[in-house]
């Protein structure tokens, strides 16, 4: 039997508090595809690779501390919709020139067979604007696709 998205939840829940745990959670529920969604459209969006998808995300997570020594992770909120989980969270701190930076995500984690087929990420315009500035100051890099799928 596979999971719902009410168990998926509970699962994301359990760990919410680790971002290493939650990513690794995340990654070993992506689908081997996973359709990729921002709102506002952007030209990544798609089919993409599941592996590569959580590369990616591995990444960004090695890269917020590294820009974001003193980050603060407001608890996530973590709710069901049918057949997908929705997750909110906030990340704050300060860059190393001084800037004060501030993140909302709003992702929709869509759930069919017991794994995430899609993924879609509700960014506001500074919040994007923000993010974009950490992965800069963290080192982020894109992995190769070849390497990951």
Same mark, same amino acid.
Do not use: C, Y
């Given at each position: ?12 829940r ?15 529920l992506?689908a081997?595809n996973?359709? %990729? ?5 952007r ?12 590369e ?7 890269? %917020? ?9 407001d ?7 049918g057949d997908?989980v ?22 929709l984690l ?5 794994v995430?087929v ?16 950490? %992965? ?14």
């Amino acid at each position: 039997m596979t999971k719902s998205a009410s168990e998926i939840a509970e699962e994301m829940r359990a760990v919410a508090h680790d971002r290493t745990k939650s990513r690794e959670l995340l990654a070993s529920l992506f689908a081997e595809n996973v359709e %990729l969604r921002h709102v506002p459209a952007r030209p990544s969006d798609g089919p993409i690779a599941g592996s590569f998808l959580a590369e990616v995300s591995r990444r960004e997570v090695e890269a %917020l501390p590294r820009a974001l020594h003193d980050a603060v992770h407001d608890e996530a909120e973590i709710t069901v919709e049918g057949d997908a989980v929705r997750v909110r969270g906030r990340t704050s701190g300060t860059l190393p020139d001084g800037t004060t930076i501030g993140v909302r995500t709003n992702t929709l984690l869509t759930i069919a067979d017991g794994v995430i087929v899609a993924l879609q990420s509700d960014m506001d315009a500074p919040s994007t604007e923000a993010w974009q500035k950490v %992965l800069v100051v963290g080192g982020f890099e894109v992995p190769p696709r070849t390497a990951t799928g």
